[in-house]
C-alpha cells in the first residue's frame, strides 16, 4: 500500500497563478483533509471532507477551493495564488470517527508551495 | 477559543536519557489525545493515542499520560537514541469536532 501521496512535491507559482494539488489513498478511507503548516503556527485545517461528494471547511478556507469526486481523490484548488498561500500543504486520511470514536490520521509527504 | 501549547523551544536531551515533552491546554474537554512525529519534510505520523478515561498508555519505549485536571499530556521516550531526534506533535480530539494540533516540540538526542 501507498498509503497517502500527493502531487506534485514541489510547485513555484506567481501572483494570480492557479493550480491544483491532488491527493490519493489507498486504505479506503472515509476522511480526508487538507492541512497547511507555517513556521511557529502548526497544522490548520483548511477543508475536509467525510465522504466521497462531500467537502466542508475548516480553519483557513479562503482562498481554497477543494473537491471529492472519487473517495479516494481529494483535491485542492488555488485559483489565483497569493504570496500569504506560500506555505507546506498536507493532505490526510482517516476512518471514519463514527467506527473508531477518534480521528487518527494519516498523512501524505506534503507539497511545497511557492508564491511570488 | 481552544489553546494548545507545547514548548515552542528546542529540547536537547543526552542519548540514553529519558525525554518528556509536555502539551498543555485550555478551553477544551478533548475525548482523546494523540502524539505524532514528524521529521524535516516529512508528514506526521501516528505514534499514540489516549482516550480520557486512560491515565497512562505505553508503547515500547513510549510513555504517554493524560491528566484531564491539570489539562496536560506528557510524552516520554525512555533510553533515548538519536534516531528518535524529531518534532513531535501533540493533537486534541473528541465528539465530532475536528482533530487540533500543537505546533510541535523538536528533539534532539545527543550522541
Known amino acids: 500500500n501507498a498509503g497517502v501521496t500527493q502531487t506534485p512535491k514541489f510547485r513555484v507559482l506567481k501572483t494570480g497563478q492557479s493550480m491544483t494539488l491532488l491527493c490519493a489513498q489507498d486504505?479506503?478511507?472515509?476522511?480526508m483533509y487538507w492541512y497547511r503548516q507555517d513556521p511557529g503556527m502548526g497544522l490548520r485545517l483548511i477543508h475536509y471532507s467525510v465522504g466521497e461528494g462531500t467537502t466542508a471547511k475548516g480553519e483557513v478556507p479562503d482562498g481554497y477551493n477543494v473537491s471529492r469526486l472519487k473517495k479516494q481523490n481529494f483535491l485542492l484548488g488555488l485559483e489565483s495564488a497569493a504570496p500569504s498561500q506560500t506555505s507546506v500543504y498536507f493532505c490526510?486520511?482517516?476512518?471514519?470517527?463514527?467506527?473508531?470514536?477518534?480521528?487518527?490520521?494519516?498523512f501524505g509527504p506534503g507539497t511545497r508551495l511557492t508564491v511570488l | 477559543s481552544q489553546k494548545i501549547e507545547q514548548n515552542s523551544e528546542a529540547l536537547n536531551i543526552q542519548e540514553g536519557k529519558t525525554a518528556t515533552l509536555t502539551c498543555n491546554y485550555t478551553n477544551y474537554s478533548p475525548a482523546y489525545l494523540q502524539w505524532y512525529r514528524q521529521d524535516p519534510g516529512r508528514g506526521p505520523v501516528f505514534l499514540l493515542l489516549i482516550r480520557e478515561n486512560e491515565k497512562e498508555k505505553r508503547k515500547e519505549r513510549l510513555k504517554v499520560t493524560f491528566d484531564t485536571t491539570l489539562k496536560q499530556s506528557l510524552f516520554h521516550i525512555t533510553a533515548s537514541q538519536p534516531a528518535d531526534s524529531a518534532t513531535y506533535l501533540c493533537a486534541l480530539g473528541g465528539g465530532y469536532q475536528k482533530v487540533t494540533f500543537g505546533i510541535g516540540t523538536k528533539l534532539q538526542v545527543i550522541p
Open positions: 490526510a486520511s482517516s476512518y471514519s470517527i463514527f467506527e473508531l470514536g477518534t480521528d487518527t490520521q494519516y
Open positions: 486504505m479506503n478511507h472515509e476522511y
